[in-house]
C-alpha cells in the first residue's frame, strides 16, 4: 500500500508561485514514479507533470506547464515537490500526485496505482 499526500495549494495571483507538495509513505518511495495531474471544474483531469523513479529522475511535462512547472523528488524526504512559477487563471484546479509502482513517467491517469486526495490552487487575474 502507498498513501500519498497533498499540500502547499491555496490562492494566488497571476503571475505569482507557489509550491505543492506530495509525501508519501508505504512501500520503498524512490522505486516508483510520481506524476501530477489537475482537473479543473468540469472538465477531465489532465496530466500535468510526472518523474521517474531515481534511476535518473527523467521527467515529463504537459505542453501547458512546460517552461513554468518544475517536478522534483526527495527520496530521503518521501516527498515530491511541484514548482510552479508565472501562474495563470487557466491553472485553477484541484491538483492530485499520484504513484505509479512500475516506476515510469506516464502521462497516463490509467497507470497510476495510487493517488492522493487533492489540493486546490486557484489563480486570480
Known amino acids: 500500500q502507498v498513501q500519498l499526500g497533498e499540500s502547499g495549494g491555496g490562492l494566488v495571483q497571476a503571475g505569482g508561485s507557489l509550491r505543492l507538495s506530495c509525501a508519501a509513505s508505504?512501500?520503498?518511495?524512490?522505486?516508483?514514479?510520481v506524476g501530477w495531474f489537475r482537473q479543473a471544474p468540469g472538465k477531465a483531469r489532465e496530466f500535468v507533470a510526472a518523474?521517474?523513479?531515481?534511476?535518473?529522475?527523467?521527467?515529463v511535462y504537459a505542453d501547458s506547464v512546460k517552461g513554468r512547472f518544475t517536478i522534483s523528488r526527495d527520496n530521503v524526504k518521501n516527498t515530491v515537490f511541484l514548482q510552479m512559477n508565472s501562474l495563470k487563471p487557466e491553472d485553477t484546479a484541484v491538483y492530485y500526485c499520484?504513484?505509479?509502482?512500475?516506476?515510469?513517467?506516464?502521462?497516463?491517469?490509467?497507470?497510476?496505482?495510487?493517488w492522493g486526495q487533492g489540493t486546490q490552487v486557484t489563480v486570480s487575474s
Open positions: 499520484a504513484a505509479d509502482l512500475r516506476g515510469r513517467s506516464s502521462i497516463y491517469l490509467e497507470d497510476y496505482d495510487y
Open positions: 508505504g512501500r520503498t518511495f524512490s522505486r516508483y514514479a
Open positions: 518523474i521517474s523513479w531515481s534511476g535518473g529522475a527523467s521527467t
